[in-house]
Antibody, heavy 119, light 106 residues
């Protein structure tokens, strides 16, 4: 079955960076995109961006451009999302999800990774 | 921009739930999805392309609508259906979510 397993919770100081991993299994990794969505405590879902593991192409929501990097290692079916210049407003659960190519709705989700930004 | 109404829906098990999602501009291709999120869990896909049920989703869930107005209907609420529901458009970049509708037990 399709599974996306994310790395564990992280704590960072303001100004630092964080890198979250997402290991996929149960499907051909390069046939689907990977999307990243975050959810601040008690808030709704916020779409961050996507990447195509086959081509390396990416697209980001405007508010994250210049601050987010999305990459993948197809040899181990793993996607990564790195967010830099963290502030307390970046405290959230970060989800990776399998994205349907050219549409980018997500049919399978990781369990989420809590990133806490605190001094 | 997507708006969802109502913000909270208070219903009893067995009742019908009707959730609305309205877009500020026409959604290309009616590319709209609905997700369910239970407390402490990741979201899960219910509906895509406005009216297609995702794999394994019971037929009490249905989606309808086109253009700027979309609806998720739950015909008879089961205890496990009390959750937050989000719509997402993927007709234009960047993809975006609505603010959510919480369906709570009355």
């Amino acid at each position: 079955q399709v599974q996306l397993v994310q790395s564990g919770a992280e704590v960072r100081k303001p100004g630092a960076s964080v890198k979250v991993s997402c290991k996929a299994s149960g499907y051909t990794f390069t046939n689907y995109d990977v999307t990243w969505v975050r959810q601040a405590p008690g808030q709704g879902l916020e779409w961050m961006g996507w990447m195509n593991p086959n081509s390396g192409n990416t697209g980001f929501a405007r508010r994250f451009q210049g601050r987010v990097t999305m990459t993948s290692d197809t040899s181990i079916n793993t996607a990564y999302m790195e967010l830099s210049s963290l502030t307390s407003e970046d405290t959230a659960v970060y989800y990776c999800a399998r994205g349907i190519r050219n549409k980018l709705f997500s049919d399978s989700w990781g369990q989420g990774t809590l990133v806490t930004v605190s001094s | 921009v997507l708006t969802q109404s109502p913000g909270t829906l208070s219903l009893s098990p067995g009742e019908r739930a009707t959730l609305s999602c309205r877009a500020s501009q026409s959604v290309r291709g009616d590319y709209l999805a609905w997700y369910q999120q239970r407390p402490g869990q990741a979201p899960s896909l219910l509906i895509y392309d406005a009216s297609s049920r995702a794999a394994g989703i019971p037929d009490r869930f249905s989606g309808s609508g086109s253009g700027t107005d979309f609806t998720l209907t739950i015909s008879r609420l089961e205890p496990e259906d009390f959750a937050v529901y989000y719509c997402q458009q993927y007709g234009w970049a960047p993809r975006s979510f609505g603010p959510g509708t919480k369906v709570e037990i009355k």
